[in-house]
């Protein structure tokens, strides 16, 4: 043992027992956080983009219980103030508080590694589902014609060699955000997403490679899914999954099922140095009816998200030192409730933003209230910050684009916003 070793102070060893019992796995103390993608090659820093679709009520999820207007707002569906009564919500700052469902990830704000951008998201004001999830993995907003998604540009711009397995979606159809010329890795759902298949035997392959000989661009195509597909799984050979959640595997992407999907991405990401960018996405997030407040639908949702965002970290392991995770959704929820004690489609919402390179422990965005005069159309949080420019940070600081090519991936993108040089430590 070291003897110049430090003693922890008694709020750091709170903290790690508090993250410890959460789950969370550690990779080093603060300190190691504290500049560890600053420190390390490019090649090394990652991008997991976690899309919720349906538009989770970003005023649940950090709920604005400072605001005078937050609680007449919602008679059924505000959470009561940290410390008031039992489920209140959970205290981040003066004005904010986290949704008690997500106490699992109250030791990663704890620790600066866990941040929100509110009243942020896309400026198209369209409140159709299909259209603003389009917008926000396009990249483009107002503008459908777009043929490719940003993280697929983004694998185009990324310095350093391409490879089969940098960009890896996971899901059980390939989404519009990595849509485009750049190869793909595809994992699929559940543990035998990677289990041998009718493609994995050799003479197939041979047949399709005969087949695909007289057309390069599908046989370059068809060469690039054998190898993504042949790394990834020597990346997991000798990995057994965790009791937790292997019945929940079974099923369709849901809620219970995302945390041994998201270990098992995490683990993938561990495991080949090559990957940088995952994405995948979690539905059930459109609380119409009965959305509820601490409990109900919406709280359960939460507490599965939560668990599986915590999963995804250990799957990640050291490698969550140099990885940012971005939680999005395509737009937020009307701020008073509505006849069925749910919420409808509205306009600004939060993002969500964790790991070592992000400076957590606090909110940040432009938070323009809830007051009658500050709702677009009388009914919903403005959106004060695009979400482009919550990426462009993590995309130039993190990844390491240049100017020009950021451009590349987000073309008419708004400038920069203030509150940018917050979003990862220095």
């Given at each position: ?66 605001d005078r207007n937050y609680a007449p707002a919602r008679p059924d ?350």
């Open positions: 043992m070291n003897d110049q070793t430090p003693t922890p102070s008694p709020r750091r060893r709170f903290l790690q027992a508090s993250a410890l019992a959460a789950g969370w796995t550690l990779a080093g103390l603060p300190q190691a956080w504290a500049g560890a993608a600053a420190g390390s090659p490019l090649s090394q820093r990652k991008l997991v983009v976690i899309m919720l679709r349906g538009a989770v009520d970003g005023l649940s999820v950090v709920a604005p219980v400072g569906l505000a959470l009561v103030p940290p410390g008031s009564a039992e489920g209140a919500a959970l205290k981040l700052d003066s004005l904010f508080a986290l949704h008690p469902a997500l106490l699992s990830l109250k030791p990663a704000w704890d620790q600066g590694s866990l941040a929100f951008v509110h009243a942020s998201g896309s400026p198209d004001p369209t409140r159709s589902h299909f259209d603003a999830q389009d917008y926000l993995e396009s990249g483009t907003p107002g503008l459908k014609s777009t043929p490719s998604g940003w993280m697929n540009r983004l694998l185009g711009q990324l310095p350093g060699p391409a490879s089969p397995t940098r960009g890896v979606a996971m899901g059980a159809t390939p989404p519009r955000i990595f849509a485009g010329p750049a190869a793909v890795a595809s994992l699929g759902l559940g543990p035998k997403a990677l289990a041998g298949k009718a493609i994995d035997q050799a003479d197939l392959q041979q047949g399709l490679e005969r087949l695909y000989a007289g057309d390069a661009k599908l046989g370059a195509s068809f060469q690039a899914a054998l190898a993504g597909r042949g790394q990834m799984q020597r990346s997991m050979a000798g990995e057994r999954e965790p009791a937790m959640n292997a019945s929940g595997d079974a099923g369709a992407p849901s809620a219970r099922s995302f945390a041994a999907d998201a270990r098992r991405l995490g683990q993938l990401i561990r495991n080949d140095g090559q990957t940088q960018l995952a994405f995948t996405a979690v539905g059930g997030w459109d609380t119409h009816i009965n959305q509820g407040a601490a409990q109900g639908q919406l709280a359960n949702r939460l507490k599965a998200l939560g668990e599986g965002l915590q999963a995804l970290s250990q799957g990640l392991g050291p490698a969550l030192q140099d990885t940012v995770i971005v939680v999005m959704s395509e737009f937020g929820r009307t701020v008073h409730q509505n006849g069925t004690l749910g919420s409808d489609h509205g306009r600004g919402n939060a993002i969500w933003l964790l790991g070592g390179p992000v400076a957590g422990g606090r909110m940040l965005g432009e938070w323009p209230g809830l007051e009658s005069s500050a709702l677009v159309d009388g009914r919903d949080l403005a959106v004060a910050v695009d979400f482009r420019q919550v990426l462009r940070p993590i995309l130039q600081s993190h990844l390491g684009l240049s100017e020009a090519a950021l451009a590349e991936v987000f073309p008419a993108a708004p400038g920069r916003w203030r509150g940018e040089a917050q979003v990862l430590r220095s």
